[in-house]
């Protein structure tokens, strides 16, 4: 079974400056995807930014990035240029494509970030 | 504009009485979701439709059924809520294809059930 650990319950940032956030994998298989998936207070989950396993350049879009580490099984968020609208609870998410697979989103327990002003 | 709904938004329940969640999309995408988010905690999919088949997950409890009567609408009926039932319940729903990259999921906003 797929496991997804986000280390950092909560973190705050600064307006208009940069943040990471933390998640680390566990799965034997080879064939998979990873999301980081944003609900802000009160409103519907939505899709931030997403790496297929086999690519090796880091996805990114916007002021958000992601530092894919495949063999440490890392999958790291970067918010460039923080805005108040991105205070929201994240969450990293791994869905896995090879045999078996299900489209099954397994996710973490979420970073709940704070941008200040 | 083309989206998740979801009804009601709030539902309180008593102990042990049937209810019934609801969802409805507007994206005609062929699989749709259930999550179960207990609070401070990540969603966890309970079970899924591709197309007309139903997928259950191993670990979802046999409180919880589903039915899909087309394609637009999927329902949640938890026959004997129990107190460890009151969560927020997340529709989603994605467009997939075999051997294709997975679609992005769509989530509903959520319906918020108290069981007292």
């Known amino acids: 079974a797929q496991t997804v650990t986000q280390s950092q319950p909560e973190m705050s940032v600064q307006e208009a400056e940069t943040v990471t956030l933390s998640c680390t994998y566990d799965t034997s298989e080879n064939n998979y995807y990873l999301f980081w998936y944003k609900q802000p207070p009160s409103r519907q989950m939505i899709l931030v930014i997403r790496?297929?396993?086999?690519?090796?350049q880091n996805a990114t879009e916007n002021r958000f990035s992601v530092n894919f580490q495949k063999a440490a099984k890392s999958f790291s968020l970067k918010i460039s240029d923080s805005q108040l609208g991105d205070t929201a609870m994240y969450f990293c998410?791994?869905?896995?494509?090879?045999?078996?697979?299900?489209?099954?989103?397994?996710f973490g327990k979420g970073t709940l970030l704070t941008v200040n002003p | 504009d083309a989206m998740v709904i979801q009804n009601p938004r709030y539902q309180v329940t008593q102990f042990g009485k049937p209810v019934t969640l609801s969802c409805s999309q507007t994206l005609n995408h062929n699989v749709m979701y259930w999550y179960q988010q207990k609070s401070s905690q990540a969603p966890k999919l309970l079970f899924h439709?591709?197309?007309?088949?139903?997928?259950n997950e191993a670990d979802t409890p046999d409180n919880f059924q589903s039915r899909r009567p087309n394609t637009s609408f999927c329902f949640l009926d938890i026959r004997s809520p129990g107190l460890g039932d009151a969560a927020m319940y997340l529709c989603?729903?994605?467009?997939?294809?075999?051997?294709?990259?997975?679609?992005?999921?769509?989530f509903g906003p959520g319906t918020r059930l108290t069981v007292l």
């Open positions: 989603a729903t994605s467009r997939e294809g075999a051997g294709t990259a997975p679609d992005e999921q769509f």
């Open positions: 439709y591709y197309d007309k088949d139903f997928n």
């Open positions: 790496q297929e396993a086999y690519k090796q």
């Open positions: 998410a791994f869905m896995n494509r090879g045999r078996g697979s299900n489209y099954k989103l397994t």
